[in-house]
């Protein structure tokens, strides 16, 4: 852990090896995640031929690990192994569940061998965070400066998917690369420095959860509306992730994954503008835009093509950044400043179960049977009345969240020092 020092730590004058170290730590977590979800329902679909159902449940897989992943993180981490070696050995194991499923030609047990996968990683993304707070010696406003490179490696792994694996029967080789960058990734985590246990013991956990006092929370009207609209909102982000390339790609759309990056670049700019639009609208009217920019971003999926109204799709892509940050971000800010300090891990977790566990796992599986309902043949579907699906929960969810949610205006964040 870093020695405190004097003056404020920024992230200038971080160590250099540090930031080396965990700037890169978050660039391959991200590139190894990066590199085979966004163009998975394109290969199942036009490769292994699997319906719009199987498809949903393939990237349910991911959050039902969610669910799942803080129960393995709260007893196997803190209890046996340290989060460094766990963190490294879920990398290991990782890599060859990767290369198993790059060379699996049957649908059914793909996603078999994905859930493997995904309670592998899914488990990586909370302690990829924890070990990086454990160096900041109580400065967590720098996270964001660390955490920007794991939205670089999406974006590089968007790119090297058109540019190299460009041609579809080529795409099962994004798994296989995914799975040597975790080897890479394990090796990297290796020299990275050690953490003693109780700096990041692990307070997210199922049954911390119920002994933490965070369900308190729930006694405001105000957080048990965000709460709930937190895991509806979640079902059109699903419908995003799982079927967006595919969409693209079957309507002719030319280096879609390419393409679809640049809603991360979107993702990094808003990230660092939310404090001042947090102090401009405050927490609730943040939100609101956060959802009306998903109304925006499935009507112009609605009228966009690739020809003459292929700025829709542009525009619809370049939103991503103000759909997500300023309600999912924006969101865990909130819950953040709601929770007392001694419940705010257990806060957290609660909000990500909701979020990308049980709200990403019913979208899937919501958006695999739209998909399925609206699909003429496996290369073609009714995209239209597909995207009016998530347009529409949006806008129940944004009335409702209106018409009752409160929140204090001075909510704020820390300010960012990067």
């Given at each position: 852990?870093l020695q405190?020092?004097?003056?404020?730590?920024?992230?200038?004058?971080?160590?250099?090896?540090?930031?080396?170290?965990?700037?890169?730590?978050?660039?391959l977590?991200?590139f190894?995640?990066?590199?085979?979800y966004?163009?998975m329902?394109?290969y199942?679909?036009?490769?292994?031929k699997?319906?719009?159902?199987?498809?949903?449940?393939?990237?349910g897989?991911?959050?039902?690990?969610?669910?799942i992943?803080?129960l393995l993180?709260?007893?196997?981490?803190?209890?046996f192994?340290?989060?460094?070696?766990m963190?490294?050995?879920?990398?290991?194991?990782g890599s060859?569940?990767?290369?198993?499923?790059?060379?699996?030609?049957?649908?059914s047990?793909?996603?078999w061998?994905?859930?493997?996968?995904?309670?592998?990683?899914?488990p990586t993304?909370a302690?990829?965070?924890?070990?990086t707070?454990?160096?900041?010696?109580?400065?967590?406003?720098?996270?964001?400066?660390l955490?920007?490179?794991?939205?670089l490696g999406w974006?590089?792994?968007g790119i090297?998917?058109?540019?190299?694996?460009?041609?579809q029967i080529?795409?099962?080789?994004?798994?296989a690369?995914?799975?040597?960058?975790?080897?890479?990734?394990?090796?990297?985590?290796i020299?990275?420095?050690?953490?003693r246990?109780e700096i990041?013991e692990?307070k997210?956990s199922?049954?911390?959860?119920?002994?933490?006092?965070?369900?308190?929370?729930?006694?405001n009207?105000?957080f048990?509306?965000?709460?709930?609209?937190?895991?509806?909102?979640?079902i059109?982000?699903s419908?995003?992730?799982?079927?967006?390339?595919?969409?693209?790609n079957?309507?002719g759309?030319?280096?879609?994954?390419?393409?679809?990056?640049?809603g991360?670049?979107s993702?990094a700019f808003?990230?660092?503008a939310?404090?001042f639009?947090?102090?401009k609208?405050g927490?609730?009217?943040?939100?609101?835009?956060g959802?009306?920019?998903?109304?925006?971003?499935?009507?112009f999926?609605?009228?966009?093509?690739?020809?003459?109204n292929?700025?829709?799709?542009?525009?619809?892509?370049l939103?991503?950044?103000?759909?997500?940050d300023?309600?999912?971000?924006a969101g865990?800010?909130?819950?953040?400043?709601?929770?007392?300090?001694e419940?705010?891990?257990?806060?957290?977790a609660?909000?990500?179960m909701?979020?990308?566990?049980v709200?990403m796992?019913?979208?899937?599986?919501?958006?695999?049977?739209?998909?399925?309902?609206?699909?003429?043949?496996t290369?073609?579907?009714?995209w239209?009345?597909?995207?009016?699906?998530?347009?529409?929960?949006?806008i129940?969810?944004?009335?409702?969240?209106?018409t009752?949610?409160?929140?204090?205006?001075?909510?704020k964040?820390?300010?960012?020092?990067?």
């Open positions: 852990m405190k020092n004097s003056k404020k730590m920024t992230y200038n004058n971080m160590k250099g090896l540090i930031r080396l170290q965990f700037s890169m730590m978050m660039f977590e991200f190894i995640w990066g590199m085979w966004v163009t329902g394109t199942l679909s036009t490769i292994l699997a319906t719009g159902l199987q498809i949903g449940a393939a990237y897989m991911m959050a039902i690990a969610t669910i992943s803080p993180i709260g007893i196997v981490a803190d209890k192994i340290s989060p460094k070696k963190f490294i050995l879920l990398h290991l194991f060859g569940v990767l290369l198993i499923i790059s060379k699996v030609t049957d649908s047990i793909f996603n061998v994905l859930l493997l996968y995904a309670l592998l990683y899914a993304l302690l990829s965070s924890s070990l707070f454990a160096q900041l010696d109580g400065n967590e406003e720098l996270f964001p400066g955490r920007v490179f794991g939205t974006i590089i792994a090297s998917i058109d540019q190299f694996f460009g041609n080529s795409l099962s080789s994004t798994f690369v995914a799975g040597i960058a975790s080897i890479v990734l394990a090796v990297w985590t020299f990275l420095p050690e953490v246990q990041v692990n997210t199922t049954l911390s959860l119920y002994n933490s006092g965070a369900f308190s929370l729930f006694k009207r105000s048990s509306v965000f709460f709930i609209a937190s895991a509806l909102i979640a059109p982000l419908f995003y992730y799982s079927l967006t390339n595919q969409f693209l079957e309507i759309v030319v280096d879609a994954a390419s393409k679809m990056t640049g991360q670049f993702e808003f990230i660092l939310i404090p639009f947090l102090k609208w927490i609730k009217w943040m939100i609101v835009a959802m009306i920019a998903w109304i925006i971003r499935f009507a999926f609605y009228f966009g093509d690739a020809s003459t292929s700025w829709m799709l542009i525009v619809s892509i939103l991503h950044g103000l759909c997500y300023f309600f999912f971000v865990q800010m909130y819950t953040d400043s709601m929770a007392k300090p419940n705010r891990n257990a806060a957290q609660m909000i990500t909701s979020t990308y566990g709200g796992w019913i979208g899937s599986i919501l958006s695999g049977l739209v998909a399925n309902q609206n699909t003429i043949n290369t073609e579907h009714l239209n009345r597909i995207w009016i699906v998530p347009a529409m929960i949006t129940v969810v944004l009335f409702l969240f209106i009752f949610f409160k929140a204090d205006k001075k909510t964040p820390k300010e960012i020092d990067i």
